[in-house]
């Protein structure tokens, strides 16, 4: 159970001063989730903890800006890692990366060969951060895992290996392509009929639940097909989509069902921790890859790419060559299931537009009655609503922004083509001649992101 009290004061306060961004943390602690939560205690408890950050995010104190960084958080992470947040096998990898030290068990991280040695690496605050949030889990009153007495039913973890509940239902994938899969269910033959639901929900029905069959249509839908019996099992063969799915057998029991345990099935593993970010003119594209996914296919600004794990490793990442526009990219991985390739969920990540670069030269023309400032603009896109400021400092300094001189020519709602230069003719501004050295520099505003290009500033300055 989440003990509120206890989380605000082991967990919000000593997030304390945190502004801007949260540091990095330990996700069990952040989220207060033990990992031997099923499904169902997991959707709840997290839906629990989301509701208690909004409230606390209006309170009239530190923890208010503490919760919003949360909250911020917590959509990047979804938005990131999508459905994996609701599956407890994720929050069970997430504890073998906390800082706790435990003893090596098969398949721990002790049994991977070891890292080639190299200089020490300096103290990093962030393992600091990490273990302080782990401390405060651990401080936290909970019974321990072996002692857990949850009152309801959850599915049955499966790490994309085949699973059974004892004597109970077991499932296994056999082939699978693109996004449909072909799953094996085998449960005792018992001489009661047995309808074996499926739904990427967890479900809401305890084992042994007695209901009726519309409230079991409500959670999941029937599989079809005829089992057959082999060697004293009764076997079925069902196409089903890729990603998490829960299965519950129900007994017929007159006109309503009882259910059995449920269990759950992953097939094709999303990516996770999916990030674009912008490099140079092009974008580059990286992520975690799932356990078993041996390639992927991408998507962004209409190209469509594929990479292998090895192309990948080899590139350090998936490289778009043009992405100034910017985008959304998404991402699947495949993983082999069977003689198949069974495709995954897409996960996206946003890239926002890239600046306009405007670039300017300035001129002085001289005619009879005096000089003229020739303002020379070259947009590298096109570009319609620019604001044109033209600011004069005296002194030895280049002005950063525009008060830090004095306004001597505006020219809004410029209009700009890709690559041709746009010449503006202005009266040369008037400079006393003890105002010397003085500087002169262009300043643009637009109803999106631009990035002046200035000139030479020996072109800019006069002594």
């Given at each position: 159970?989440?003990?509120?009290?206890?989380?605000?004061?082991?967990?919000?306060?000593?997030?304390?001063?945190?502004?801007?961004?949260?540091?990095?943390?330990?996700?069990?602690?952040?989220?207060?989730?033990?990992?031997?939560?099923?499904?169902?205690?997991?959707?709840?408890?997290?839906?629990?903890?989301?509701?208690?950050?909004?409230?606390?995010?209006?309170?009239?104190?530190?923890?208010?800006?503490?919760?919003?960084?949360?909250?911020?958080?917590?959509?990047?992470?979804?938005?990131?890692?999508?459905?994996?947040?609701?599956?407890?096998?994720?929050?069970?990898?997430?504890?073998?990366?906390?800082?706790?030290?435990?003893?090596?068990?098969?398949?721990?991280?002790?049994?991977?060969?070891?890292?080639?040695?190299?200089?020490?690496?300096?103290?990093?605050?962030?393992?600091?951060?990490?273990?302080?949030?782990?401390?405060?889990?651990?401080?936290?009153?909970?019974?321990?895992?072996?002692?857990?007495?949850?009152?309801?039913?959850?599915?049955?973890?499966?790490?994309?290996?085949?699973?059974?509940?004892?004597?109970?239902?077991?499932?296994?994938?056999?082939?699978?392509?693109?996004?449909?899969?072909?799953?094996?269910?085998?449960?005792?033959?018992?001489?009661?009929?047995?309808?074996?639901?499926?739904?990427?929900?967890?479900?809401?029905?305890?084992?042994?639940?007695?209901?009726?069959?519309?409230?079991?249509?409500?959670?999941?839908?029937?599989?079809?097909?005829?089992?057959?019996?082999?060697?004293?099992?009764?076997?079925?063969?069902?196409?089903?989509?890729?990603?998490?799915?829960?299965?519950?057998?129900?007994?017929?029991?007159?006109?309503?069902?009882?259910?059995?345990?449920?269990?759950?099935?992953?097939?094709?593993?999303p990516v996770r921790h999916l990030r674009i970010d912008r490099d140079g003119d092009g974008a580059l594209v990286s992520w975690e890859w799932p356990q078993r996914a041996t390639s992927i296919e991408a998507e962004f600004a209409g190209e469509r790419r594929a990479m292998t794990r090895s192309e990948y490793t080899a590139a350090n990442g998936l490289r778009f060559g043009e992405a100034r526009a910017g985008g959304d990219v998404v991402v699947r991985a495949f993983t082999p299931v069977g003689e198949g390739l069974a495709?995954?969920?897409?996960?996206?990540?946003?890239?926002?537009?890239?600046?306009?670069?405007?670039?300017?030269?300035?001129?002085?023309?001289?005619?009879?009655?005096?000089?003229?400032?020739?303002?020379?603009?070259?947009?590298?896109?096109?570009?319609?609503?620019?604001?044109?400021?033209?600011?004069?400092?005296?002194?030895?300094?280049?002005?950063?922004?525009?008060?830090?001189?004095?306004?001597?020519?505006?020219?809004?709602?410029?209009?700009?083509?890709?690559?041709?230069?746009?010449?503006?003719?202005?009266?040369?501004?008037?400079?006393?001649?003890?105002?010397?050295?003085?500087?002169?520099?262009?300043?643009?505003?637009?109803?999106?992101?631009?990035?002046?290009?200035?000139?030479?500033?020996?072109?800019?300055?006069?002594?």
């Amino acid at each position: 159970m989440f003990d509120a009290a206890r989380y605000d004061r082991e967990v919000l306060r000593p997030l304390r001063g945190t502004h801007g961004h949260l540091p990095p943390g330990d996700l069990l602690a952040r989220y207060a989730v033990d990992p031997a939560m099923e499904a169902a205690e997991l959707a709840r408890h997290l839906t629990e903890i989301r509701a208690w950050w909004r409230e606390r995010a209006r309170a009239p104190d530190f923890r208010a800006e503490v919760c919003k960084l949360l909250i911020r958080a917590d959509e990047e992470l979804r938005r990131t890692s999508g459905d994996a947040l609701d599956d407890p096998a994720w929050w069970r990898e997430q504890a073998h990366l906390s800082p706790v030290t435990e003893e090596p068990g098969p398949g721990s991280p002790a049994d991977a060969p070891a890292a080639a040695e190299g200089p020490a690496r300096p103290h990093d605050w962030r393992s600091d951060v990490r273990a302080q949030f782990w401390s405060a889990l651990a401080r936290l009153d909970r019974a321990p895992a072996g002692q857990a007495t949850a009152t309801t039913a959850g599915p049955v973890v499966v790490e994309e290996e085949p699973r059974t509940d004892g004597d109970g239902l077991r499932v296994e994938e056999t082939t699978a392509a693109g996004d449909r899969a072909r799953v094996r269910l085998t449960w005792p033959d018992t001489g009661v009929a047995v309808r074996v639901r499926c739904s990427p929900r967890p479900t809401p029905i305890v084992d042994g639940a007695v209901v009726d069959t519309e409230q079991a249509d409500q959670w999941g839908a029937v599989l079809p097909g005829e089992p057959v019996r082999r060697g004293g099992h009764l076997v079925l063969e069902a196409d089903v989509g890729t990603g998490y799915l829960y299965y519950q057998p129900f007994e017929a029991d007159g006109e309503r069902e009882r259910a059995g345990r449920p269990v759950g099935l992953i097939i094709a593993r999303p990516v996770r921790h999916l990030r674009i970010d912008r490099d140079g003119d092009g974008a580059l594209v990286s992520w975690e890859w799932p356990q078993r996914a041996t390639s992927i296919e991408a998507e962004f600004a209409g190209e469509r790419r594929a990479m292998t794990r090895s192309e990948y490793t080899a590139a350090n990442g998936l490289r778009f060559g043009e992405a100034r526009a910017g985008g959304d990219v998404v991402v699947r991985a495949f993983t082999p299931v069977g003689e198949g390739l069974a495709r995954s969920a897409p996960v996206s990540a946003s890239l926002s537009p890239a600046p306009a670069v405007i670039a300017y030269d300035l001129k002085r023309k001289r005619r009879l009655a005096g000089a003229d400032l020739v303002v020379t603009l070259t947009a590298d896109r096109d570009c319609a609503g620019v604001d044109l400021e033209v600011v004069l400092t005296v002194g030895e300094f280049m002005p950063r922004d525009p008060g830090d001189g004095r306004r001597v020519a505006r020219r809004p709602g410029l209009t700009l083509t890709a690559g041709t230069p746009l010449r503006l003719t202005l009266p040369w501004p008037e400079v006393g001649r003890d105002e010397r050295p003085y500087w002169i520099r262009c300043f643009f505003h637009a109803p999106f992101d631009v990035a002046p290009d200035d000139p030479d500033p020996d072109r800019m300055r006069t002594r």
